[in-house]
């Protein structure tokens, strides 16, 4: 692959390549769908990340404003936009990690898997890519349904032959940024102590906080686990309902996903210790696919750690979740087998 030609407004080649030679510290990383609503604040937050040495911004419309704004922050990554489906491949090449919040929001009155039909063909062609021009990047995916993405993913990367599990995470810690929130506004508590592993996928009744399991220990009478239950789980309709038409959550989500990208590249430079929530090839469950706690490190997903003791309550939100869990996997993966 030739070297990328950075479109007007990039980072300036003097210091793309004065970081270049010294050995510029730090990771690669693409954000596909940059210029969206979770795109842009998301680009922002990584060019304030001091791991990242190289941003490249890609988007099939608005990218090159998107890229001139963001090159003009006066932190050290260098940043290259990328648009439209011709310049995919040099947005990817070289990349250590990609994020890929591209695809269509839901309105009001819509299910996560009404986005099926759009975004399952853009996340296709979005991994067909990594698997022909970063085969060993760690891929973040955050575009919906995340449950049968994932999967599709899978099937894209296997068709390819590069499919590592380990590398593949979908992004669900916007359920636990979530669950952090409303458990300390119960418990009258800084967010920034609460820690509430949320397992299952990302949709309705199979995002399952576990409230027995919440960090510090602390215990919630029935209606608080019915109220935050039902709070956690509706979070993103809360939002879609809010912005009436408009969109549904991108502030917070990339807030989410800028920390689990932050958690992704500690693993990938070794450091020990980092474990978040994500939805993973598993085998936590007889499902294949499944977001519990995983230790993330140099080859992504090292360890994925079992639920736990559960409460017969948490128990019954699992059956529930694992029956919606199988019909979305499932369609994920039969999209790609049939095609
Ligand atoms: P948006 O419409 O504001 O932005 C999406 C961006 O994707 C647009 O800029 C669009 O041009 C781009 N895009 C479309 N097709 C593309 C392609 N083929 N290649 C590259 N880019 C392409 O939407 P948003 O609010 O940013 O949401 C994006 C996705 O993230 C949605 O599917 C949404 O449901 C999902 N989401 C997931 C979570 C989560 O927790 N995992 C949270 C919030 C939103
Ligand atoms: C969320 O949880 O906010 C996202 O999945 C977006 C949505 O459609 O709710």
Known sequence: ????????????????????????????????GAAGGIGQPLALLMKMNPLVS?????????????????????????????????QLENALVGMDLVIIP???PRKPGMTRDDLFKINAGIVRTLCAGVAKCCPHAIVNLISNPVNSTVPIAAEVFKNAGI?????????????????NTFVAEVLGIDPREVNVPVVGGHSGVTILPLLSQVKPPCSFTSEEI?????????????????????GSATLSMAFAAAKFADACLRGLRGDAGIVECAFVASQVT?????????????????EIFPLGP?????????DKAKEELAGSIEKGVYFIRKS
């Not at 950075?6 to 300036?12: E, I, N």
């Not at 559960?310 to 699992?318: I, K, N, V």
């Open 54 to 86: 190289v941003l490249h911004l890609y988007d099939v419309v608005n990218s090159p404003g998107v890229t001139a704004d963001i090159s003009h922050m006066d932190t050290g990554a260098v940043v290259r936009g990328f648009l439209g489906a011709p």
């Open 226 to 246: 019915d109220y935050l239950t039902s709070r956690i789980q509706n979070g993103g309709t809360e939002v879609v309902e809010a912005k009436a038409g408009a």
């Open 102 to 104: 591209a695809g269509v």
């Open 163 to 179: 499919y590592d599990p380990k590398r593949l995470l979908g992004v669900t810690t916007l359920d636990v940024v979530r669950a």
């Open 1 to 32: 692959h030739p070297p990328s030609t950075p479109m007007q407004g990039s980072t300036s080649l003097r210091w793309a390549n004065c970081r270049a030679k010294g050995g510029a510290p730090g990771f690669k990383v693409a954000i596909l």
């Open 310 to 318: 559960l409460t017969e309550y948490e128990r019954a939100g699992l």
């Open 286 to 302: 007889e499902l294949p696919f499944f977001a519990s706690k995983v230790r993330l490190g140099r080859g992504g997903a090292e």
